[in-house]
């Protein structure tokens, strides 16, 4: 079974940036590395950031133009770029992998309203203050 790890979390300041990883293992052919969501306090999950296997992409409308997510497949390591941080982005950051290979606009929508859409790891805390 895959297991995900998420690193790279921390404090900073609004304005700051900060880079998330995801590393994979008992990684199947039936399981994509394939995206980020976020839970904060009092809040629900909200879908951050998608990645598909031909390289799409999909954002959160709350993160475009400042997060960048991409994949390294030969590592199966996930990356989270977070640049122009405000303090609304501070939430438990998860990666996740999908039992199928959707493309990443249908990662954005699964992620954000199946709440058993896959697997995803134990999640790392990002905190941004003003």
């Known amino acids: 079974q895959v297991q995900l790890v998420e690193s790279g979390g921390g404090s900073v300041q609004a304005g700051g940036s900060l880079t998330l990883s995801c590393s994979a293992s008992?990684?199947?052919?039936?399981?994509?590395?394939a995206g980020w969501f976020r839970e904060a306090q009092d809040k629900g999950r909200e879908a951050v950031a998608a990645?598909?296997?031909?390289?799409?992409?999909a954002y959160a409308d709350s993160v475009k133009d400042r997060f960048t997510i991409s994949k390294d497949r030969a590592k199966n390591i996930l990356y989270l770029q977070m640049n122009s941080l405000k303090p609304e982005d501070t939430a438990m950051y998860y990666c996740?992998?999908?039992?199928?290979?959707?493309?990443?606009?249908?990662?954005?929508?699964?992620?954000?309203?199946?709440?058993?859409?896959?697997?995803w790891g134990q999640g790392t805390q990002v905190t941004v203050s003003s």
């Open positions: 990645i598909d296997t031909d390289g799409g992409t």
């Open positions: 008992g990684y199947t052919d039936s399981t994509y590395l």
């Open positions: 996740a992998a999908t039992l199928h290979d959707y493309n990443a606009i249908m990662t954005l929508g699964i992620m954000r309203d199946d709440p058993n859409f896959g697997v």
